[in-house]
């Protein structure tokens, strides 16, 4: 089937705008994960969902970004009053289980965030 | 938090020969994950390591993971310009997340 996708795949925002960006998991995966991977860096973990519940949110940089998963299936990552520093690949990824230590995770093409 | 750090960060191979990067940490790794992300592309899961001392081959690839489970390593041989990209190792961690490496910037000269 389809793999994760997510859209937009690429978003420009000017400073202080809200950006808000989706991401469809592979059907039926339980476990789904937001990313940000900065230029050259390697992806760091934002949040994790499983199924609805947002069971983990520790890597959210500031309480401009919020991310959601309402029904379980698509995630939306929303960040208010965009600052330059935001400026990033936004990665989602999911996972069949939830016994998530071991079993590998499937990622989206990225959102490319762009602030000017 | 932890940090686990992988080297080297750049790594230029004439075609046909060997590459090795390597993922350190200095306390004990849980799972090591290791993905390869294309130019451009999204990492892509290439492999799962867990217990001490593995070793696990898929074709020309082949990885380890440390008797101490502190380290792992990527090794190809008789890389080929399809093997260019970025690979990464990733531990889980006691969490619900990967916890990634800084990953290897593979490019393979034809």
């Known amino acids: 089937g389809a793999g994760v996708s997510q859209s937009p795949r690429y978003k420009v925002a000017k400073r202080g705008q809200d950006v808000a960006l989706r991401c469809d998991p592979i059907?039926?995966?339980?476990?789904l994960f937001w990313y940000q991977q900065a230029l050259g860096q390697g992806p760091e973990f934002l949040t994790y969902?499983?199924?609805?519940?947002?069971?983990?949110k520790s890597g959210l940089p500031s309480d401009r970004f919020f991310a959601e998963r309402p029904e379980g299936s698509v995630s939306t990552l929303k960040i208010q009053r965009t600052q330059q520093e935001d400026s990033a690949v936004y990665l989602c990824?999911?996972?069949?289980?939830?016994?998530?230590?071991?079993?590998?995770?499937?990622f989206g093409p990225g959102t490319r965030l762009t602030v000017t | 938090g932890q940090q686990v750090m992988q080297i080297p960060q750049y790594q230029h191979v004439q075609e046909g020969e060997d590459f090795t990067t390597y993922c350190n940490s200095s306390?004990?790794?849980?799972?090591i994950q290791w993905y390869k992300q294309r130019p451009g592309g999204h990492p892509v899961f290439l492999i799962q390591l867990v217990k001490s001392g593995e070793v696990k081959k898929q074709k020309r690839l082949t990885f380890q993971f440390g008797e101490a489970k502190k380290n792992s390593s990527l090794h190809i041989t008789a890389t080929q310009t399809t093997d260019v990209g970025t690979y990464f190792c990733a531990d889980s961690g006691s969490a619900r997340q990967l916890t990634f490496g800084s990953g290897t910037q593979l490019t393979v000269l034809p």
């Open positions: 306390t004990t790794l849980s799972n």
């Open positions: 990824a999911s996972s069949p289980r939830t016994r998530v230590l071991t079993y590998e995770q499937y």
């Open positions: 059907s039926g995966h339980v476990s």
């Open positions: 969902f499983q199924n609805e519940a947002q069971l983990d």
